[in-house]
T-cell receptor, first 115, second 113 residues
Framework: DGGITQSPKYLFRKEGQNVTLSCEQN?????MYWYRQDPGQGLRLIYY???????QKGDIAEGYSVSREKKESFPLTVTSAQKNPTAFYLC??????????????FGAGTRLSVL | KQEVTQIPAALSVPEGENLVLNCSFT??????LQWFRQDPGKGLTSLLL?????REQTSGRLNASLDKSSGRSTLYIAASQPGDSATYLC????????????FGTGTRLLVSP
């Protein structure tokens, strides 16, 4: 089955702890994205990667970090600097960044809560 | 700065009704507009994508229109079914610079049997 797999489905973070959300895709897509969704708000872009070994900050990158060492993987780390991490996190990918091929496909999401 | 608004925020209808969801955006310099469906606690599923040069797109009981000059799009759902119950999000892709998707806050739809 081709698609985007996010894990875990639920994650709990203790005070001062860094946690990492996994995103894997087997669609052979070059571009990948991380979004944050809060109740009553639209999705907001955290980081994006146009190609392996490259990534850029989105609108709300503070307190988050990413890596893109492999084409199929784009993990997101929520650091202790992110003071309000409770949210639903969505990963997406597209064939490429620009033009008509930027149709994004989404994973099922990870819900992060603070203990 | 692009802002996307969806009205109403929530809608409850009986099964069989035709309904319209609205999306408006402030900057008409868009590349395309996309409608998504989100079930509770799940990811997004793309329903329809309209390029900026198009006026509408249809898929089954769904029809989406785009009026770029007035900054509006509508999603028309014909003969609604309980299985249509979900949150519907619209998103516009900027035509300039950083071509990111800008999302609306969604319309939560409940179709009662």
């Amino acid at each position: 089955d081709g698609g985007i797999t996010q894990s875990p489905k639920y994650l709990f973070r203790k005070e001062g702890q860094n946690v990492t959300l996994s995103c894997e895709q087997n669609l052979n897509h070059d571009a990948m994205y991380w979004y944050r969704q809060d109740p009553g708000q639209g999705l907001r872009l955290i980081y994006y990667s146009q190609i392996v070994n490259d990534f850029q900050k989105g609108d709300i990158a503070e307190g988050y970090s990413v890596s893109r060492e492999k084409k199929e993987s784009f993990p997101l780390t929520v650091t202790s600097a992110q003071k309000n991490p409770t949210a639903f996190y969505l990963c997406a990918s597209s064939i490429s960044w620009g033009g008509a091929k930027n149709i994004q496909y989404f994973g099922a999401g990870t819900r992060l809560s603070v203990l | 700065k692009q802002e996307v608004t969806q009205i109403p925020a929530a809608l409850s209808v009986p099964e069989g009704e035709n309904l319209v969801l609205n999306c408006s955006f402030t900057d008409s310099a868009i590349y395309n507009l996309q409608w998504f469906r989100q079930d509770p606690g799940k990811g997004l599923t793309s329903l329809l994508l309209i390029q900026s040069s198009q006026r509408e797109q249809t898929s089954g009981r769904l029809n989406a229109s785009l009026d770029k000059s007035s900054g509006r799009s509508t999603l028309y759902i014909a003969a609604s079914q309980p299985g249509d119950s979900a949150t519907y999000l619209c998103a516009v892709r900027q035509d300039t610079g950083f071509q990111k998707l800008v999302f609306g806050t969604g319309t939560r739809l409940l179709v009662s049997p």
